[in-house]
């Protein structure tokens, strides 16, 4: 990053304005607490006295309280507190410390050997190596524990630690040495550093009746050569229509938004607009003509859609290119602006908000998306289910004349619950979850003893009643106080996480995928809409008004007469 501003993590087009603060106003910013903006440049008070007493507080905690305080970290505390007056979620301070790890999951790339580690049962544990990696390629395998990196014991680090070792320069090399259930001796494992680049699109795969589906995980620098490539691919296999997923998408980069949107909009298409306190509305519109205008297309959203994904999904639902299957998105429409500090700590502030095509607002009302959800229905993956209810909320025109809904976030045209649990189920899952700490973790390393036992494992494997019987073992063995019988009352539930994860780590994201797809209601009423509609006209027709059974619209729409 260079001149004290870097470009945003959610636009790196980076079209806000530079900040135009003299200098000692943007360094007793940096160091003071969130008091001194409200008192000092709402009110026009003496910024150098405040800047004098701060120093003062600082220098009689350090010299004069009665016990050692750390210096650094009170002016952290300071700085945070100054952000977190703000009471915006998206604003935060990002010491150097932590700067690498938030850049390398905005940008998606960094020089290492691949693997993804999380801190669990006190050792570092490989959650997955990154598919076509160094470290994938050597056959390190999820579920393995990092005890040594070249030579040294990592036992008791946090794995950030251990990550400093392994990452390098691309051509060298280092050892790592590796724990295996199952398997008594340390294995070791010298692996060659590359340049290592986090996929957006795990896979892509052909469904019946010439479906292409492409599932996408985040916009990094990537994502639309990603994407395009793999519609590419589909359609030399035949593809006669697509669905993108974009659920579980947290979002990344503005660009690859806008150029993912690009793909599917004719040239001069709006696709979002930023509009900030201190500048004029600015647009982003598609730039040339559209790589694939007959395919029909599909976007599945879901309430963990958010960022850039609302960006492309809002898109294509204002300009009638796509139908939107599922709940409605997260609602996280606001740019975020870096501005480097000294020291290589950065700060991340909300500095404007997208709006779609039709003039939408993205960003939910933060007491909408706060409302309490654990009374609710729960679905089969365990995630909240989120309601249509779309009450007194603003409605909007799609360039076609179909009615859409504002309030932030973005409806979907054909909301759709996955199945969701039996009260008695839910009941049990609850149960389970209360007293079962570590509950993933025993999940993961039940999977991995599972896969290490059955190396003949075919992907119509099934979960019996005795593999239930040994995973409540593994709960037992960690500490859980589980009631067998409640236990055995979500044994659907568990049936499902347990083969998930044991696909996972057998035949990686596709064979996940495929092991789930059954379940996937969303999914399944995306395809089934698909093999009937010809044209994306058709499309919408078949899949009736926005929200017809829950919340019908006056004057239908160019979806059809809401009957369905």
């Known amino acids: 990053m260079r001149g004290g501003k870097a470009k945003e993590a959610d636009d790196p087009m980076n079209r806000a304005k530079r900040a135009r603060l003299p200098g000692l106003v943007f360094i007793v910013a940096v160091v003071c607490g969130g008091w001194f903006l409200q008192s000092d440049v709402g009110s026009g008070g003496n910024i150098y ?58 940008q998606g790339d960094y020089q290492g050997v691949g693997l993804e580690v999380v801190d669990r049962d006190g050792f570092i544990t490989v959650s997955a190596p990154i598919p076509a990696t160094p470290a994938a390629r050597a056959g390190i395998r999820s579920g393995d524990r990092i005890v040594e990196v ?11 630690q251990a990550v400093g070792l392994m990452r390098g320069e691309p051509g060298t090399s280092v050892r790592i ?28 795969a052909m469904l019946e009746g010439g479906i292409g589906y492409v599932p996408l995980l985040n916009f990094n620098r990537t994502t639309t050569q990603e994407v395009r490539a793999a519609v590419d691919s ?39 607009e930023i509009r900030s306190r201190s500048a004029e509305p600015e647009g982003f519109a598609a730039t040339r003509e559209q790589a694939y205008p007959q395919l029909p297309v599909v976007v599945l959203v879901e309430r963990s859609s958010a960022s850039a994904a609302e960006i492309v999904a809002g898109a294509l639902q204002d300009h009638d290119r796509a139908l939107l299957i ?65 009450g007194d909320k603003p409605r909007f025109t799609s360039a076609g004349g179909r009615v859409l809904h504002g309030g932030g976030g973005i409806v979907p045209d054909l909301w759709m619950l996955q199945d969701t649990l039996p009260l ?12 079962a700490n570590g509950f993933s973790a025993a999940v993961q390393n039940w999977a991995v003893r599972y896969v290490a036992q059955h190396p003949d494992l075919e992907p119509g494997f099934a979960i019996t009643d005795a593999d239930l019987e040994s995973f409540h073992a593994t709960l037992e063995e960690r500490g859980a106080e589980v009631p067998f019988e409640a236990f055995m009352r979500a044994r659907g539930t568990l049936a499902r996480l347990l083969g998930s994860e044991i696909a996972l780590l057998a035949w990686d994201d596709l064979g996940r995928f495929r092991r789930t797809r ?29 929200l017809a059974a829950t919340a019908p619209v006056d004057g239908g729409s160019a979806g059809g007469d809401g009957s369905r």
């Open 49 to 106: 006295i405040h800047a004098r007493v701060l120093d003062e507080v600082r220098r009689h905690i350090e010299n004069d309280f009665v016990e050692i305080v750390d210096v650094d970290s009170l002016y952290e505390m300071a700085i945070n507190g100054l952000v977190d007056r703000l009471e915006d979620p998206n604003s935060r301070f990002v010491p150097a410390s932590r700067w690498e790890e938030v850049r390398i999951r905005t």
């Open 150 to 160: 070249d030579g040294q014991s990592v036992e008791g680090w946090v794995s950030d």
């Open 177 to 204: 040495g590796i724990r295996r259930p199952g398997v008594e001796r340390v294995i070791d494992f010298e692996v060659e550093r590359a340049a290592i680049r986090l996929p957006s699109v795990p896979f892509a």
């Open 234 to 272: 589909l359609a030399a296999e035949g593809m006669t229509s697509l669905i993108l997923d974009l659920r579980g998408n947290r979002g990344g980069l503005l660009t690859e938004g806008v150029g993912l949107a690009d793909l599917f909009l004719d040239r001069g298409s709006e696709i979002v």
């Open 326 to 390: 599922g709940a409605t998105t997260y609602g996280k429409g606001s740019v975020q602006s870096l501005f480097e500090l000294p020291g290589g700590n950065v700060l991340w502030l909300t500095t404007a908000r997208w709006y779609t095509p039709a003039g939408r607002s993205i960003e939910r009302d933060r007491s909408a998306r706060s409302e309490s959800i654990g009374d609710g229905p729960i679905t089969v993956e365990g995630n909240p289910a989120d309601r249509p209810d779309q």
């Open 424 to 435: 008695a189920e839910r009941t049990a899952v609850d149960e389970i979850l209360a007293f």
């Open 518 to 546: 059954e379940a996937d209601v969303q999914l399944g009423r995306a395809v089934e809409l698909l093999l009937a509609a010809e044209t994306q006209a058709e499309l919408f027709a078949l899949a009736g008004s926005p």
